[in-house]
């Protein structure tokens, strides 16, 4: 959306008085957007959860745009997990990538699709697409960043996703 016409003060207040209605109207109605179902089947707990969310931005300025403000969309992801005893699976996707290019073999939008099995508290396995354990500021999710996005040099130098095999786990050596 190209807010245009009018000087340029007048578009950026205008520009502002939208963004903060938007802010308000999408962010106080709902403040967790997961819904979760569990039922006991025989000794085990199986839980579903699905869930989502957006972000979106606003640039202006003279030097991004002269003809105003730009709103978009940075993520519109939306998610589920599962988990019954052990096994545990997740799918993850985001409707802002691209369905046609590919990272790793499958779509963009396909952000996370694995499957895994947790020995203990000490080692699990998972195999599918999913985050790799390497560059700590990438394992930050992207609605927890305190920038809009990460930069294209950061995100060169680090693997993002990857499709594989991972053993891995906690308290490696310890209790399990």
Do not use: H
Not at 35 to 46: A, H, L, T
Not at 86 to 110: C, E, H, M, R, Y
Not at 150 to 172: N, T
Request: proline content about 3%.
């Amino acid at each position: 959306m190209n807010c245009s016409g009018g000087t340029g003060r007048t578009r950026t207040v205008l520009g502002i008085a939208i963004a903060t209605l938007l802010v308000v109207g999408l962010a106080s109605p709902v403040a967790d957007a997961a819904i979760s179902w569990k039922k006991d089947v025989g000794e085990k707990e199986i839980k579903v959860t699905f869930y989502g969310f957006a972000q979106f931005e606003m640039r202006g300025g003279d030097g991004y745009d002269p003809d105003g403000l730009r709103f978009s969309a940075q993520r519109i992801r939306l998610g589920t997990n599962y988990f019954a005893g052990n096994v545990f699976a997740k799918l993850f996707l985001d409707f802002n990538q691209s369905w046609t290019d590919k990272s790793a073999g499958l779509p963009k939008g396909i952000q996370d699709a694995f499957a895994g099995y947790k020995f203990g508290n000490a080692a699990f396995i998972t195999l599918g697409m999913m985050k790799t354990p390497l560059g700590m500021d990438f394992t930050i999710p992207g609605w927890n960043l305190d920038i809009v996005e990460r930069q294209g040099l950061e995100k060169g130098l680090v693997l993002e996703r990857d499709f594989g095999l991972m053993l891995s786990g906690r308290l490696i050596g310890g209790p399990s």
